[in-house]
């Protein structure tokens, strides 16, 4: 008999600790204004270290297992007119922070944001996206995380998509070993496949994450029992993640956007659908209620399924 442990995460920000404003932000504009400027990006950097950890600490109470980094932690990191040593001045927190997560048993990974195109045909855009990626690669380094991974998608269409695919190898080849070694990627909702971007992980040796949300908005008829078993291979002796959502609304304008909650009668479907693959996965839940979607998700599988619970966020199907 087929069982599955599944363990749910969720992404930057918990909606339970909200009010306590752990992170913050910083543009350069307001930087520019400040007399001091480096010495209040310190702080501010400071700070968001701190709501990390108390993050960190949420999550271990609450067997939350599975964790997205914030990506703007070190507001400015990558800012080319920004004359500040971050690495520096964060390294002995991460490493104490790191102590923690592997202590903890922790799995972090991190999400760079719409600004991260390795495959521009801009080069201003395809320097900036490297740097952005040597950031993460830097955090996740000093974290000392286990299996690191950086999840991207593969980003513009420009010049047609397979033109714009070849853009993303020649980029990637570009990438510091260490930093090639984190990245996964994922299908996205309006061009890049799970086909499409199958392939290219397999091309270039690296791990596929699959969005289930995404593959609904943009599959072109495909049928996802033809691309499972060789999505799942590409995590090699890794655990795979999955990225899991439901859309706004069923209308079409809104069916790509994340609703606040997960549609427990969905997730439920996908589960039936993946147990007969006989393997065990993380789900990434991408609502905009963060943990506290995940906590309501998990209190109608209790009540409408029997998966058997091991803890407060890992069941088993």
Same mark, same amino acid.
């Given at each position: 008999m087929i069982r599955l442990k599944i363990r749910l995460g969720y992404a930057v920000i918990s909606k339970t600790l909200e009010g306590q404003k752990l992170f913050h932000t910083l543009t350069y504009t307001n930087y520019l204004k400040k007399e001091d400027s480096n010495n209040y990006l310190t702080s501010i950097i400071n700070q968001n270290l701190e709501g990390l950890m108390e993050i960190l600490k949420y999550n271990v109470k609450n067997n939350i297992h599975f964790y997205r980094l914030n990506s703007s932690l070190i507001p400015l990191a990558t800012h080319s007119e920004v004359d500040y040593? =971050?690495?520096? *001045?964060?390294?002995? &927190?991460?490493?104490?922070?790191? *102590?923690?997560?592997? *202590?903890?048993?922790? @799995?972090?990974d991190t999400h760079p944001d719409q600004f991260c195109v390795l495959n521009s045909t801009k080069e201003e855009v395809v320097t900036a996206s490297i740097k952005i990626l040597e950031y993460e690669s830097f955090i996740?380094?000093?974290? *000392?995380?286990?299996? /690191?991974?950086?999840i991207l998608h593969v980003g513009s269409m420009e010049g047609g998509k397979e033109e714009s695919i070849q853009r993303f190898k020649d980029n990637f080849k570009k990438l510091d070993k260490d930093v090639q070694n984190m990245i996964a990627l994922e299908n996205d909702d309006r061009v890049y496949k799970v086909k499409d971007?199958? &392939?290219?992980?397999?091309?270039?040796?690296? /791990?596929?994450?699959?969005? =289930?949300?995404?593959?609904?908005?943009?599959?072109?008829?495909?049928?996802?029992?033809?691309y499972l078993s060789r999505i799942f291979a590409t995590w090699q002796n890794n655990l795979p993640k999955v990225h899991f959502s439901s859309p706004k609304s069923k209308l079409k304008k809104e069916y790509r956007s994340h609703h606040d909650y997960i549609n427990v009668l969905d #997730?439920?479907? #996908?589960? @039936? #659908?993946?147990?007969? =693959?006989?393997?065990? #996965?993380?789900?990434?839940?991408?609502a905009k209620m963060k943990d506290e979607a995940l906590f309501r998700l998990v209190r109608e599988l209790k009540y409408l399924t029997n998966y058997t619970f091991l803890d407060e966020t890992t069941f088993i199907v």
């Open positions: 040593d =971050y690495k520096e *001045k964060v390294s002995a &927190t991460l490493d104490d922070i790191g *102590k923690y997560i592997g *202590k903890n048993n922790l @799995r972090v996740l380094k000093q974290l *000392k995380i286990s299996n /690191p991974i950086i971007v199958l &392939t290219l992980c397999e091309d270039l040796h690296i /791990p596929m994450v699959l969005d =289930y949300h995404h593959y609904l908005c943009n599959n072109n008829g495909d049928n996802l029992d033809d #997730f439920i479907n #996908f589960m @039936r #659908f993946m147990k007969k =693959y006989d393997q065990d #996965f993380d789900i990434m839940i991408e």
